[in-house]
């Protein structure tokens, strides 16, 4: 009706929109979880407490949350992981413009940490003629497809009491990622540090020459999540 009103004559004297609601402010979260955090994080996913009613995947759901922390990926992302994702021999991650957010393929570089829990996840899903048949890391219990994101909260509210971190989510390991790399891991400049941030996160460059500069700062993301793996299990080491 509006589109007639407008290629008309009529005038609109009152906008269709005045009664709608104004959307809510968006809130903006900051939680980046602290050193001691990090290591009660980790040991936590590594309890035995952790692994029970995992809804018969055992213990990968502890898999997905270390990996989110170490990658610095979204969880929906990590929770989609699949065989023809993986260049072990670059040591490469290739996540599908169909999956991320940018609507573009993004690499990530795979630290040596990372690669252990891989390592780990394919050994468990070896002892399932089920699991082993199929492309997916982490393989629903029920469907042929990969696990959804709402594992980690539900994780979360069934065994989060047994954790002494308040007010986290799973998205907070990616802002903690992000953080720690700039603060602590890269060297140089604030604007260069934050730029392979952007880089390793998979953001898209609002700045023209991001158009035509398709470089992907491999060495520099693997630098970077390298650095980050390494301060993680120097985390965990420390007394």
Not at 11 to 36: A, H, M, Q
Not at 119 to 135: G, H, L, Y
């Amino acid at each position: 009706m509006i589109r007639y009103l407008l290629m008309g004559d009529a005038l609109i004297e009152v906008s269709p929109c005045y009664l709608l609601k104004r959307p809510g402010t968006e809130i903006r979260r900051d939680r980046v979880l602290s050193e001691k955090e990090i290591q009660a994080f980790w040991e936590w996913t590594e309890s035995a407490a952790f692994a029970v009613a995992s809804n018969n995947l055992e213990d990968t759901t502890k898999d997905i949350f270390q990996l989110v922390l170490l990658t610095g990926q979204w969880p929906c992302e990590v929770c989609q992981i699949s065989k023809s994702q993986i260049d072990r021999d670059a040591r490469l991650w290739t996540i599908p413009k169909e999956i991320h957010k940018s609507k573009r393929a993004h690499l990530v570089p795979l630290s040596d940490q990372i690669m252990a829990i891989l390592d780990r996840v394919d050994e468990i899903n070896s002892r399932s003629v089920r699991r082993s048949e199929q492309p997916e890391y982490f393989l629903s219990p029920k469907k042929d497809t990969s696990v959804l994101p709402n594992i980690l909260n539900n994780k979360l509210r069934t065994r989060g009491d047994l954790l002494d971190i308040a007010h986290w989510t799973p998205h907070d390991l990616r802002r903690t990622a992000a953080t720690n790399i700039t603060a602590r891991v890269l060297s140089g400049d604030g604007r260069s540090k934050r730029f392979v941030v952007s880089r390793v996160l998979g953001h898209a460059d609002p700045e023209v020459t991001g158009v035509y500069d398709r470089y992907e700062y491999l060495d520099e993301k693997k630098t970077a999540l390298q650095g980050w793996a390494d301060l993680v299990t120097s985390f965990l080491t420390s007394s």
